[in-house]
């Protein structure tokens, strides 16, 4: 049995589909969960019954390290077949949305007004913004248009795409608020520091604020801003908080180059950022982090996980989407060890990375601290668990 997917959350501004795209859709993302659950847990038999055998009678040893392993794997019919089922129903996933949104654009751009009418948050975007190079680079995990694409005053599509398409990207594993990452976010910081109570708090990469809200509903005292650097994503993501009651502050800004004070900010969070960014952009963004970050204040961040310690075949599947869905920056990222990299940023004490997430179907985060108590859900497509990393600033 294939888990039943929700529809998500049809606030104001959600593109709607008729029934011909409810069915593409429907088609994709059970196809998608069909190759997560009874394909994907084969290829590491196929590897270890016909590749790795094939490797070692060809070399006289085993493979050594994960780019071996790629390369054999991707030599096998079976690792070709569900790979490029991966790839298609990437592309007919964005290709569905980008026709849902683009049908009802006009209603999504009016809702936008109308909910940005009077605002209990605010939006403030910078149009002298340059959007990094990096990101311009890539229409990253083949998302057409990326997250920077804006295409005219009162853009919202690259938002309204995001909304519904991202959803089904994770087998509504974000949930139908999307707001799973910050809910589980929200379980994390709690549970290690819970006599924080931050005054104001920074969304480093809030994309349209599905991680952004959680925090809010938290902490509802808070001043809760949230940064990214798409104007049209960001524009959405106000009139989407609005509709839905939340007071979130919206800024055009790069995370690695934050336009406000020395430790202006008592929580700083990110959620699945660093590995959609540059190597150079990873570590300036982090130092910024830590330089908002108030003394006493703690930066917390969840992302995909560190490899280095999974087994061969595991670190393979859990880079596949670099080499075939447009995501430059992660087979980088699951390389680099989480607590030199807080401390690169000048966290130089108490950094913790004892939190690891898996979701379900629906949104709901277990969060354990053995990264290795089953299989790596990232062998079952990829973009399951994640990984916690934080520190507290020193006082
Ligand atoms: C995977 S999305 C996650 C969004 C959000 N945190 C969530 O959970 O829905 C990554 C986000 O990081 C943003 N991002 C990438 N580079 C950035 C930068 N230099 N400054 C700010 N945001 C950035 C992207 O635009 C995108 O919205």
Known sequence: ??????????????????????AREDFTVTLKLYASEHLYPYDEIVYEKRAKPKFIKENGREPENCDEVHHLMMDD??????????????????????????????????????????????????????????????????????????LSEDDVFQGAVYDRGAYYYTKGMVGRHGQGGGTAMVMAVKDLYPDLKPKRILDVGCAIGWSTAPLLHAYP?????????????????????????????????????????????????????????????????IAEMHRVTSPGGVCMNYDIPYGGAYNLH???????????????????????????????????????QE???????????????????????SARGGIGRVHFFGAKKAA
Not at 242 to 259: F, P, T
């Open 355 to 377: 939190w690891w997430a898996d979701r379900d179907h629906h949104g709901n985060f277990k969060l354990f601290k053995d990264p290795f108590d089953d299989l790596h859900t």
């Open 314 to 352: 595991a670190q393979f599947m859990l880079n596949w989407d670099c080499y075939y869905n447009a995501e430059p920056f992660w087979r980088q990222w699951t390389g680099w060890d989480r607590t030199e990299f807080m401390a690169n940023g000048g966290f130089d004490q108490d950094i913790v």
């Open 77 to 150: 019919p079976f690792t070709q077949f569900w790979s490029g089922i991966a790839r298609n129903m990437q592309e007919s996933l964005w290709d569905t949305q980008g026709r849902i949104a683009e049908r009802q654009l006009d209603r999504i751009e009016a809702e936008a007004k109308k909910n940005s009418a009077e605002p209990i948050g605010s939006l403030t975007l910078d149009p002298d913004f340059k959007t990094p190079a990096y990101i311009e680079a890539v229409d990253i995990h083949a998302m057409p248009g990326g997250y920077q694409t804006t």
């Open 221 to 285: 005292n808070a001043e809760v801003y949230g940064i990214d650097i798409g104007a049209a994503i960001l524009r959405y993501g106000h009139a989407r908080s609005e509709s839905l009651g939340d007071k979130i502050h919206y800024l055009q800004m790069s995370g690695d180059d934050i336009n406000f004070p020395d430790g202006y900010f008592d929580l700083v969070v990110s959620g699945g950022v660093f590995h959609e960014t540059s190597n150079k952009a990873a570590k300036k963004m």
């Open 1 to 22: 049995m294939l888990p039943v997917i929700d529809q998500p959350f049809p606030h104001d501004l959600m593109p709607i589909p008729d029934h011909d795209e409810h």
